[in-house]
């Protein structure tokens, strides 16, 4: 059973930047697939980048596309989102997401995912 706990969240002004970090534990890193969703008030939950098990390929949503980064340390089983140039359309719950696999691929959908963080609230004032 994976864990995920996400932290680096909070409040930021528009214009501003955030790293969010996920560290995984009870299964071995380098065997899952990450993603970040978010959801948003009365939205449904939306992907916003993935990356696969070795951390070669990355994907974004075009919401986020030039402006968040989708990176992972095997050494620290830990998975982060640099976002920059936040603004208030980017608040919401933000999750960590992993899902097992024994390619190269990513995903962008929530069903493919097994395991999910609690979320962090990115909330970016205007």
């Known amino acids: 059973q994976v864990q995920l706990v996400e932290s680096g969240g909070g409040l930021v002004q528009a214009g501003g930047s955030l790293r969010l970090s996920c560290v995984a534990s009870?299964?071995?890193?380098?065997?899952?697939?990450m993603g970040w969703f978010r959801q948003a008030p009365g939205k449904e939950r939306e992907f916003v980048a993935a990356i696969n098990r070795s951390g070669t390929s990355t994907y974004y949503a075009e919401s986020v596309k030039d402006r968040f980064t989708i990176s992972r340390d095997m050494a620290k089983n830990t998975v982060f989102l640099q976002m920059n140039s936040l603004s208030p359309e980017d608040t919401a719950i933000y999750y960590c997401?992993?899902?097992?696999?024994?390619?190269?691929?990513?995903?962008?959908?929530?069903?493919?995912?097994?395991?999910w963080g609690q979320g962090t609230q990115v909330t970016v004032s205007s």
């Open positions: 997401t992993a899902t097992f696999t024994t390619t190269g691929a990513f995903y962008t959908t929530p069903y493919e995912y097994a395991y």
């Open positions: 009870g299964g071995t890193f380098s065997n899952y697939a």
